[in-house]
């Protein structure tokens, strides 16, 4: 890298230079002033014959073979130097001398498939090197190659694959082309301006993480995947359908779980030792509700309550749930489109030794200790999908089931006439994570209500209820054992971490998903 106050020709000239960098610079067109000076100057044409073509791109080849082999750290300090302050002014300069020479609108275009090094070494063939113009420092990759960059991503942190890059003389040319074509009234764009270090498997993942994701869940895993693959593909590539099975109406206020504690998790607000609610919550109006007689089994903080205010206000005022949704996701600052599977009332109901229950007071009230026989999803047959629910379904390249639990936070999804048959006509994968690991639920009663209902409480269990729906099954790797029993299910099978606890650790997951998913 460049010292402060030093030109790129003295960093060249600077004692200890390894050769492959001094390669690599001429290979990018990073020459020092003089040199160009030399080459193209204006009415200073040397009169002898330029050599073959062949000839004058040999050099530049054993450099190309030689660069195979230059470290990180020399790489790091190429990349460097091409974005040099000294660089930007030599790419005008360039500019204006090819724009002198008499094949310059017939040789260069954004539309010619002819490269510039052609009509230059036609006329500066016997100089062994084609001068090239700098890049501008200021200038974005990301502006001309179209990449879904991560929230969390440096923009210049790795530009997009150019579909030219496969090798390095011929993203030269292609560099060369459309940073001197002309443009009127603007910086000539930045092309490629990326790592030159990185393997075809980085290029492969990049491409597998521009996919558009549409997620179901319920619940603090499903509100966990949903992060871990906002932080990896983009939460403007993620559309979250949330159950709405176990909303309740209490002391007035119309209440959300699901899709709070999504939000929640989204907008970084959540409790995550707790797993639900605001942190550093405080429950004064609880408190105070309790002791003038009003209902306190289901815990409201204050916090949450203002949310819960915010959204009754709004329906009582005669607006859908989806939209209401929608504005408070936009309120908190989340990219991912949240929306529940429907703006209609349903609602989970558990049969139990006691009796029917509502879920919460259930899951709440009785804190889920009575066995469950069976769930049914009252008024589902009625309901109808929210708005663009069918369509974030029909247009996804992939749809993910959550690791929620499957009875009460992803089949009131499914039961919504319509949703399960977009499901199964979708002609992508259909990847069901598992909410299962070593043979216990990471969180909840599922183990519990697995057991109770007929089934193996295990992944494999898990497996079986979606082998109609799913086409691929994620595993997490304690469980790698069961990997060949999922896939006589006719099922892929994917090993991969899938504990999402920590939140540091969800991008590793979401990553390591989404390259399963579409392996």
């Known amino acids: 890298m460049c010292r402060r106050g030093e030109s790129l020709g003295e960093e060249r000239a600077r004692p200890g230079r390894a050769p492959e960098l001094e390669d690599a610079l001429d290979i990018i067109g990073a020459v020092d002033v003089e040199r160009e000076e030399r080459i193209i100057d204006d009415g200073d044409v040397d009169a002898e014959a330029p050599r073959p073509l062949d000839e004058h791109r040999r050099p530049v080849e054993h450099a190309e073979r030689r660069l195979e082999h230059v ?49 230059l070494s036609e006329r500066h063939g016997h100089r ?50 459309t940073q001197v074509g002309p443009q009127e009234r603007r910086e000539p764009p930045l092309r490629g301006c990326w790592r030159i270090d990185r393997d075809d498997r980085e290029q492969r993942t990049e491409h597998t993480l521009a996919k558009r994701l549409t997620v179901l869940c319920g619940g603090l895993g499903g509100s966990r995947l949903v992060d871990a693959l906002s932080r990896a593909a983009g939460p403007e590539n993620v559309v979250a359908i949330g159950n709405v099975g176990d ?69 009582r005022g005669g607006e859908a749930l989806s939209a209401v949704t929608a504005e408070l996701a936009r309120t908190l600052g989340i990219g991912v489109g949240l929306m529940p599977a429907t703006d209609d009332r349903v609602r989970t109901r558990i049969a139990t030794d006691e009796g029917e229950l509502d879920f919460q007071e259930w899951f709440v009230g009785r804190r889920h200790a009575d066995p469950v026989r069976s769930v049914r999803y009252a008024g589902a047959e009625d309901a109808r999908p929210a708005p663009g629910v069918i369509e974030a379904l029909r247009d996804a390249d992939a749809i993910v089931l959550a690791p929620s639990n499957p009875f009460v936070s992803i089949h009131p999804i499914l039961a919504v006439p319509g949703i399960a048959d977009a499901i199964r006509a979708h002609p992508g994968p259909v990847a069901a994570v ?58 892929r099978a994917v090993v991969c971490e899938t504990v999402m606890v920590d939140p540091a650790m969800r991008e590793r997951v979401g990553r390591q998903v989404l390259e399963g998913v579409f392996a």
């Open 128 to 177: 062994r090197r084609v001068p090239a113009p700098g890049v501008d420092e200021h200038v974005d990759a990301l502006r001309c190659e179209r990449r879904v960059r991560r929230h969390d991503e440096d923009p210049l942190d790795g530009a997009a694959p150019a579909a030219r890059l496969d090798h390095v003389r011929k993203h030269r040319a292609h560099q060369l082309r």
């Open 247 to 315: 909303d309740l109406e209490i002391l007035g206020l119309t209440v959300s779980p699901d899709l709070d504690t999504i939000l929640y998790t989204l907008a970084g607000l959540l409790d995550e030792g707790r797993g639900w609610g605001v942190r550093d919550e405080s429950y004064v109006a609880l408190e105070q509700a309790a002791r003038l007689g009003g209902s306190s089994w289901f815990t409201l903080g204050d916090r949450d309550i203002g949310l819960h205010l915010a959204r009754t206000e709004r329906l």
């Open 71 to 119: 470290g990180r750290t020399q790489r790091d300090r190429v990349r460097a130097a091409v974005l040099s302050r000294s660089d930007r002014n030599r790419q005008r300069g360039v500019a204006q001398q090819v724009e002198r020479l008499g094949t310059h609108e017939g040789a260069v275009g954004h539309d010619d498939d002819r490269s510039l090094c052609p009509a």
């Open 434 to 491: 598992s909410p299962i690991v070593a043979g216990r639920a990471v969180r909840g009663p599922l183990a519990g209500m697995l057991e109770t209902l007929g089934h193996e409480p295990t992944a494999l269990g898990v497996a079986r209820l979606y082998r109609d729906l799913a086409s691929v099954f994620v595993l997490d790797r304690a469980d790698a054992s069961l990997a060949d029993a999922v896939e006589q299910l006719g099922m």
